[in-house]
């Protein structure tokens, strides 16, 4: 479990033994399942916060996965999540107001006029407004119609589009 929302919830290990630990329940630790935020990305990603990482990151000409920069504007510039489950899109958005300095994690952003950088953010505030490649929902008239991942047979390219 996570404290936020996802598509792709998740109990972990550390969920089920947080729920035996109230003495409510005896957890089946067998249904388990992984957590793959983060797996492998070492220390410095659990403990700098996203805007060191991501300048670390680029300062080595890495990825800076699943963190993004991308500012959301069209056309839509989509991509698959780390796990390859869905498509999905940064969630970098313009907030109305400037963020706190503690939530400031660019300096710079393609498209974003200098000196304006402090009102973009991640659209999450459990995530500290760091922006993230987030997996979405196509919506008609506000009702959600399906969502981006891929294992929706409808989100899977028609047969005849298929390049041999």
């Known amino acids: ?38 797996k492998g990305l070492g220390c410095d990603f659990a403990i700098k916060s996203c805007k060191e990482w991501m300048a670390q990151k ?18 839509l510039q989509t991509e698959c999540t780390d796990d390859r489950t869905a498509v999905a899109l940064c969630n970098l958005i ?23 950088e402090g009102y973009y953010g991640g659209s999450v505030f ?14 008609s008239k506000n009702v959600i119609v399906r969502g981006s991942h891929c294992q929706y047979v409808e989100n899977n390219p028609k047969p005849e589009k298929i390049l041999p």
């Not at 936020?4 to 089920?16: E, F, Y």
């Not at 400037?98 to 939530?103: A, F, I, Q, S, V």
């Not at 459990?126 to 919506?139: G, K, N, S, V």
Request: hydrophobic share 30%.
């Open 1 to 38: 479990m996570t404290g936020t929302h996802t598509q792709n919830p998740k109990i972990s290990r550390i969920s089920l033994a947080l729920m035996e630990d109230t003495g409510w329940y005896l957890a089946n630790y067998s249904i388990a399942e992984e957590m793959t935020w983060g």
């Open 94 to 116: 313009k907030h109305d107001q400037e963020l706190p300095k503690l939530y400031q994690n660019f300096d710079f952003l393609q498209f974003v006029e200098s000196g304006n």
């Open 58 to 75: 680029m300062g080595r000409g890495s990825s800076i996965h699943p963190y993004c920069n991308k500012v959301k504007r069209d056309p």
């Open 126 to 139: 459990l995530a500290d407004y760091c922006p993230y490649i987030q997996e979405f929902t196509w919506r």
